[in-house]
């Protein structure tokens, strides 16, 4: 998915730190020794308690946490911290919110931003085993490319073929998981997965390609389309739909940002790439008089920069070949 981290930290890192947090709870009177050996916090906003440190006086999660967190605000001093973890971490984050709280440190906790996902399920072995990522990619492109060998519509050059049946394994994947919303659960299958007219990858990349091809096809007008002689463009249903969804592409992004939703910028690329069919089907640009082809070529143009945009946030890449 072309995804790069600038900088990585293992919870190893924060044993020694995690140990000094432990010791100032005991120290400041935060903490005390349960029945059973462990350093508990307790306090209003905890259910029950939150346990900080073990009976053999080593670490625990929560307290390596507040290590981690204490160096990075040091480090960096960031307006906000933004943890992606799944959703059954909230009482984790809750508790690491508390406990900063009662060390005086209520800002820094502030600045705790959970952002929560469900769990997947469907990515096991029959054994019952999880998949490594690299299984489950493979085992998506073999079914990807079973498809495309038996597509009668699609058109992929034998050495581009595994490569393309990749692609769609990652991206069947990507838009499987990021058109819903973050905290659903769902099972994941490839059954199915690459069938046309659907709400998934597939959809996508089908349109781009088509639109790349329709602008080969009249490449002698791609010039013509800065000529404000021929922008003119008949407004009727179908084009009426498509410009207004394209209109809407700013504020879908700001929602997804706000929300830290990334479904609701899928679901609008799942409905632009069904508007996009529809006009396809109903306004033609080969063969059609220069006054009304260049119009029609500049909304398709214009939808698959929209498109192509959405995707690339997705972490999808375009095909411009299928």
């Keep these: 998915m072309d995804i790069h981290f600038d900088v990585t930290s293992s919870e190893s890192q924060n044993v020694i730190s995690a140990r000094q947090v432990v010791d100032l ?72 919110k508390a406990v900063l709280s009662l060390m005086g440190l209520h800002d820094l906790g502030e600045k705790v931003t959970h952002v929560s996902f469900g769990r997947v399920r469907g990515l096991s072995t029959r054994s019952g085993r999880t998949q490594a990522v690299d299984e489950i990619i493979e085992s998506g492109s073999e079914v990807a490319e079973k498809f495309l060998m038996s597509s ?30 973050r905290n659903a659960e769902y099972i994941f299958s490839f059954k199915d997965a690459f069938k046309l007219n659907q709400g998934n990858a597939l959809l996508l990349q089908m349109k781009h390609s088509r639109l790349c091809s329709l602008e080969e096809r009249n490449a002698e007008l791609l010039d013509k389309m800065d000529d404000e002689q021929y922008d003119d463009l008949e407004l009727n249903d179908v084009t009426v739909s498509l410009l207004r969804h394209l209109a809407n592409f700013d504020d879908v992004l700001n929602s997804s940002i706000r929300k830290m939703e ?39 143009s214009a939808s698959k920069n929209v498109l192509s945009a959405g995707m690339k946030l997705l972490g999808i890449r375009p095909l411009k070949q299928m």
């Design 152 to 181: 009668p519509t699609i058109r992929i050059h034998h050495d581009e073929l595994k490569n393309v049946a990749r692609a769609l394994s990652i991206d069947t994947i990507t838009v499987s998981d990021l058109k819903r919303s």
């Design 25 to 96: 709870l005991r120290n400041r009177g935060l903490s005390k020794l349960s029945s059973d050996g462990l350093s508990i916090v307790q306090s209003g906003s905890i259910d029950g308690y939150a346990t900080v440190g073990k009976s053999d006086n080593t670490s625990v999660y929560l307290s390596r946490e507040i290590a981690s967190l204490l160096q990075r605000e040091k480090e960096y001093g960031a307006d906000e911290y933004v943890y992606v973890v799944d959703i059954s971490q909230a009482h984790h984050f809750k508790n690491l």
């Design 262 to 300: 990334p479904c609701v910028v899928t679901v609008y690329l799942i409905q632009l790439a069904n508007l996009i069919g529809t006009a396809m089907a109903a306004l033609q640009v080969q063969g059609e008089p220069i006054e009304k082809a260049v119009p029609r070529l500049l909304l398709f």
